[in-house]
């Protein structure tokens, strides 16, 4: 009896430990509650002009190295949209003297998901450059390799539009998106480059962007700020084009409700320029300045964090990783393995507040079965990251037999 009291008791402790554990994690995954405080002191606040932004557009700038101007959205996705469905407008105008014929949209099949349906539904001529099979190939060169297919594709006809990822959204590979839009603009002079870098601003440096018409960010996934804030550094060149695009950039200055964190900031917005989104992304970026080493010494402990993950579970029997090579790879790190350990391990992930995200192979390869994305922040403990590590070795389905 006192044996079985005292497992009885030992599993209780294991269990409250780990709840407790699991509840620090979930906190943290949250905006900060200084940034949620900023937010809901200015809930419902609008004015009708574009000076709600002016002082976070330089202070985004400064901290993330991105030259100005900015333009602002509810949303990445609706950012990528509006600028090229203006592009499409602007190829149609007559003012501009004979209308132009639209040429082919350059998309990615490893596009994320909600990016890839967009531009499907806004350009009727799309063609999907094949990256995937590259990004998820660790032996790849994978920088090489996708210049030489965006300008083979490009020199195959008329292009009018390129967005390319930044970082890929499913295994974090790292684009080369400055030589790829070189290598765009060396056959396709005239073509809008669009680069998708909602998975990389924050994690990783922004590339140089003399070829880069539209760079575009978020601010909830790595900057620590609130949810629907899309930003984009808009080139000379892009403002150059017409005074009616330049306009059309400028009246989008919108910032959107505060949609998923609606219960968490207390109410709701509406309007267009939100006050509550551009104060809480002002205080995500204080934060950020005042950890040591600022923005840049964040980056690279979440990328060692990342290296550490990667090389724990390539040492770890019957998981995969999902590529890059190590030297295109960003803070995210995914892997898959039999269905039935997958979901045990995504079970046991999830009892300590991990929060793995579990997606179809079918999305990247085609193939069936599942993977998973583990994206460690730099507020994961070595600790913590070593408790991952444990359960990835030593998971394994509840119906295994001896």
């Avoid at 949250?30 to 809901?40: F, I, K, R, T, Y």
């Avoid at 990445?76 to 132009?100: E, K, M, N, W, Y």
């Amino acid at each position: 009896m006192r044996g079985t009291f005292q497992s009885t008791v030992e599993g209780t402790v294991d269990d409250a430990l780990r709840r407790r554990r699991a509840l620090d994690r979930a906190a943290r995954a949250l905006p900060d509650p200084s940034v949620v405080s900023a937010v809901a002191s200015h809930l419902g606040g609008r004015c009708d002009g574009t000076h709600v932004v002016s002082p976070l557009a330089p202070r985004l700038s400064e901290t993330l190295s991105l030259p100005g101007p900015l333009t602002f959205r509810s949303n990445t996705t609706q950012a990528i949209r509006d600028f090229v469905q203006l592009s499409l407008l602007h190829l149609l105008d007559p003012s501009h003297g004979r209308a132009a014929t639209p040429g082919r949209l350059l998309g990615v099949d490893a596009q994320h998901p909600a990016v890839r349906e967009a531009l499907r539904t806004t350009w009727s001529d799309m063609v999907e450059v094949p990256l995937a099979a590259l990004a998820l190939d660790p032996g790849c060169r994978l920088g090489e390799a996708a210049r030489r297919r965006y300008r083979a594709i490009a020199s195959e006809g008329a292009v009018s539009v390129a967005v390319i990822p930044h970082v890929l959204w499913f295994n974090g590979a790292i684009l080369d998106v400055a030589g790829i839009c070189r290598a765009l603009r060396s056959v396709a002079p005239d073509v809008v480059t669009i680069v998708d870098g909602a998975q990389a601003v924050g994690q990783v440096a922004p590339p140089e962007l003399s070829d880069v018409d539209f760079y575009v960010g978020c601010g909830h996934k790595w900057l620590g700020g609130p949810e629907t804030l899309g930003f984009a550094s808009v080139s000379q060149r892009a403002l150059g084009r017409c005074r009616r695009c330049a306009e059309a950039l400028a009246a989008g200055d919108v910032l959107g409700e505060v949609g998923g964190l609606v219960e968490r900031y207390q109410g709701s917005q509406h309007g267009t320029h939100q006050l509550g989104v551009a104060h809480g992304m002002l205080q995500a970026l204080t934060l950020l300045d005042e950890r040591p080493g600022g923005l840049p010494a964040v980056r690279e402990l979440a990328k060692t964090l990342a290296d550490r993950l990667r090389g724990g579970v390539a040492d770890i029997a019957g998981l995969t990783l999902l590529g890059p090579a190590r030297e295109a790879s960003s803070s995210v790190v995914a892997f898959t393995t039999s269905d039935e350990r997958l979901r045990a391990i995504q079970a046991a992930l999830d009892a300590e507040g991990f929060s793995p995200a579990s997606y179809p192979l079918a999305a990247v390869t085609g193939g069936s079965g599942r993977f998973l994305r583990l994206s460690p922040g730099p507020d994961l403990t070595g600790d913590e990251l070593e408790r991952v590590l444990h359960i990835l070795q030593t998971t394994l389905p509840s119906t295994r037999h001896p």
